[in-house]
């Protein structure tokens, strides 16, 4: 199975900071990565997919990048609806594996 | 607009059985693979299984902690998914999402999501 980890575990910040949020998969994923959000008590929400795309609906100020086994989340600008915990999943091939989670917080 | 609404977790001893389904509508259920994906309390995201479109014969895939004691499947007529638990563990309680799996590019990716129903397997 493709291991997927992420780092940091956690990050305080501010409003109007820009984050960055890494995922390293365990071998070649090529850019089959998606990213999610994830609410207390919610469901996930597909933010990117294909490494760099961004789905529909979700806000311009966060992007993708990153293709083979290192991959980055970048939150631009965040903003109050911004706090959660954000994941990575590798879709490369079977069984699909997510990463253990970025918990981003209030500073 | 797009809605999963899951159903059926509930409180089972070790070795029991349980049926998930996942009631479908706002779009057209038939086109799309499906997926389980659950998340222990407290914990992340473990992908389950997943069923193919008829075009794909239906075909599945399952999580080796899985395989030989759950099953995917679909009723196009019904746009429903169910997930057949048997032989259930400790190690099975979750919450249980149902997703849609859409194309992107060249793999497939979860874009919507149910709220989750809670299998909590204990004596």
């Known amino acids: 199975d493709i291991q997927m980890t992420q780092s940091p575990s956690s990050v305080s910040a501010s409003v109007g900071d820009r984050v960055t949020i890494t995922c390293r998969a365990s071998?070649?994923?090529?850019?089959?990565l998606a990213w999610y959000q994830q609410k207390p008590g919610k469901a996930p929400k597909l933010l990117i997919y294909?490494?760099?795309s961004l789905q529909s609906g979700v806000p311009s100020r966060f992007s993708g990048s990153g293709s083979g086994t290192h991959f980055t989340l970048t939150i631009h600008s965040l903003q109050p609806e911004d706090f959660a915990t954000y994941f990575c999943?590798?879709?490369?091939?079977?069984?699909?594996?997510f990463g253990p989670g970025t918990k981003v917080d209030v500073k | 607009e797009v809605q999963l609404v899951e159903s059926g977790g509930d409180l089972v001893q070790p070795g029991g059985s349980l049926r998930l389904s996942c009631a479908a509508s706002g779009f057209t259920f038939s086109d799309h693979y499906m997926d389980w994906v659950r998340q222990a309390p407290g914990k992340g995201l473990e992908w389950v299984g997943r069923?193919?479109?008829?075009?794909?014969?239906?075909?599945?895939d399952y999580a080796a902690s899985v395989k030989g004691r759950f099953t995917v499947s679909r009723d196009d007529f019904w746009n429903s998914l169910s997930l057949q638990m048997n032989n259930l563990k400790t190690e099975d309680t979750a919450v249980y999402y149902c997703?849609?799996?859409?194309?992107?590019?060249?793999?497939?990716?979860?874009?919507?999501w149910g709220q989750g129903t809670l299998v909590t397997v204990s004596s």
């Open positions: 071998q070649d994923i090529s850019g089959w």
């Open positions: 294909a490494a760099s």
């Open positions: 997703t849609r799996a859409i194309r992107g590019e060249h793999r497939f990716y979860f874009d919507f």
């Open positions: 999943q590798q879709a490369n091939s079977f069984p699909f594996t």
């Open positions: 069923i193919r479109d008829k075009a794909n014969g239906y075909a599945t």
